[in-house]
T-cell receptor, first 112, second 116 residues
Framework: KQEVTQIPAALSVPEGENLVLNCSFTDSAIYNLQWFRQDPGKGLTSLLLIQSSQREQTSGRLNASLDKSSGRSTLYIAASQPGDSATYLCAVGGGSNYKLTFGKGTLLTVNP | DAGVIQSPRHEVTEMGQEVTLRCKPISGHDYLFWYRQTMMRGLELLIYFNNNVPIDDSGMPEDRFSAKMPNASFSTLKIQPSEPRDSAVYFC??????????????FGPGTRLTVT
């Protein structure tokens, strides 16, 4: 059974800092990996999708990497802003189906 | 596109009552997913459909839960009878299979269910 772990559970940084969020998974036979953002009381917003054949994806100040062999992904946020404050969720797509297994998330607070 | 639409946004009901949650996926998407989110268990997949056909319902917790997708633009998740432990936020998501890959999953705003 796939298990997804996100470290740290919470992170507080000053505005302007570059930061890295970590995601690890136990079964490397994945289909894809998706990073989401969730604001309090809201739904999930997709940030980046990495297919299993890819190593990284970039969107604006965000860069996500994937290392299947080690079962790890990182989300890099450059020049953080208070508006980046949210919970960031990592989700791994199964190798034999399209089910996403989610981590518990990292609660990010960017202080002005 | 308006995105994934869910209704109602909030539902408060008494134990034993029937609850029906509704979802309209993004037009053209051929995959639809139902998730449940709680503080204790996080986000869990309940069931997903491909072209209106249920593919995997192994995440449905009990027979009290059922889901249907009568057409490409509508799905329901029903709980009968409801229990306090069903209280959670229920999300619907949709996605499109393009060429050889399943694309991003787009989530609706969720339905916050409270069973008293």
């Amino acid at each position: 059974k796939q298990e997804v772990t996100q470290i740290p559970a919470a992170l507080s940084v000053p505005e302007g800092e570059n930061l890295v969020l970590n995601c690890s998974f136990t079964d490397s036979a994945i289909y894809n990996l998706q990073w989401f953002r969730q604001d309090p009381g809201k739904g999930l917003t997709s940030l980046l999708l990495i297919q299993s054949s890819q190593r990284e994806q970039t969107s604006g100040r965000l860069n996500a990497s994937l290392d299947k062999s080690s079962g790890r992904s990182t989300l890099y946020i450059a020049a953080s802003q208070p508006g980046d404050s949210a919970t960031y969720l990592c989700a791994v797509g199964g190798g034999s189906n399209y089910k996403l297994t989610f981590g518990k998330g990292t609660l990010l607070t960017v202080n002005p | 596109d308006a995105g994934v639409i869910q209704s109602p946004r909030h539902e408060v009901t008494e134990m034993g009552q029937e609850v029906t949650l509704r979802c309209k996926p993004i037009s053209g998407h051929d995959y639809l997913f139902w998730y449940r989110q709680t503080m204790m268990r996080g986000l869990e997949l309940l069931i997903y459909f491909n072209n209106n056909v249920p593919i995997d319902d192994s995440g449905m917790p009990e027979d009290r839960f059922s889901a249907k997708m009568p057409n490409a633009s509508f799905s329901t998740l029903k709980i009968q009878p409801s229990e306090p432990r069903d209280s959670a936020v229920y999300f619907c998501a949709s996605s499109l299979f393009f060429r050889t890959s399943l694309g991003e999953q787009y989530f609706g705003p969720g339905t916050r269910l409270t069973v008293t």
